[in-house]
């Protein structure tokens, strides 16, 4: 699925070294596009049929966390660099419900992993799919999705101060009880 000028499609990774390990490809960073969601899409990503006809809209990031990502985790943007780099860097997977600034790795990448360094797309809003933690959360449609710890979701309780401000998306379908899976979501971050 690929935006008509988008510079790559959901599910690939853009190298971010050359071959002395210099950073390269900077001028994609933070870009973001739109995509749609086709039948097929939907039936690759795993997703329901209620995502077809939906948009998605991603953006360009570099991951700099140190280590590979994987599809569905949420990644904490870097914003020690204030607005000139905002949601361009990727600090790494999110450490707790602390973290408010969030994104979410490709779920269409599948098996394949983000190495550190390249670039990829980070969704921002619209249909997409979070991991679940290990011991997995129970979740009913409808419920506030926030970060968790290790890239993983947690959810939202109102009655906490704070924690409503820090919700990345609602769950639209209720989800088995398997640790590791990907559940989906609507995304749609306070933040950005």
């Known amino acids: 699925?690929?935006?008509?000028?988008?510079?790559?499609?959901?599910?690939?990774?853009?190298?971010?070294?050359n071959d002395n390990g210099v950073l390269i490809n900077s001028a994609l960073e933070g870009r973001e596009y739109t995509f749609p969601v086709t039948e097929a899409v939907a039936?690759?990503?795993?997703?329901?049929?209620?995502a077809v006809g939906r948009r998605v809209v991603a953006r360009i990031v570099r991951n700099t966390s140190g280590s590979a990502l994987v599809a569905g985790e949420i990644v904490a943007v870097n914003i020690a660099g204030g607005h000139a780099k905002l949601g361009q860097l990727i600090e790494?997977?999110?450490?707790?419900?602390?973290?408010?600034?969030?994104l979410v790795c490709d779920p269409s990448l599948g098996a394949s992993t983000v190495a550190d360094d390249d670039l990829f797309y980070a969704i921002v809003a619209g249909p997409t799919k979070i991991k679940q933690p290990a011991s997995p959360v129970t979740l009913a449609s409808g419920d506030q999705l926030m970060s968790g710890a290790g890239g993983r979701l947690d959810v939202v309780d109102p009655s906490v101060n704070g924690e409503i401000i820090k919700s990345l998306g609602t769950v639209v379908q209720a989800a088995s009880t398997t640790g590791d899976e990907l559940v989906e979501v609507e995304l749609a971050p306070e933040w950005v």
Do not use: E
């Not at 699925?1 to 070294?17: E, R, Y």
């Open 1 to 17: 699925m690929i935006d008509s000028v988008a510079d790559f499609s959901l599910g690939d990774t853009i190298t971010g070294t």
């Open 43 to 50: 039936t690759a990503a795993g997703m329901s049929n209620r």
């Open 92 to 102: 790494a997977r999110t450490a707790g419900t602390g973290d408010r600034c969030c």
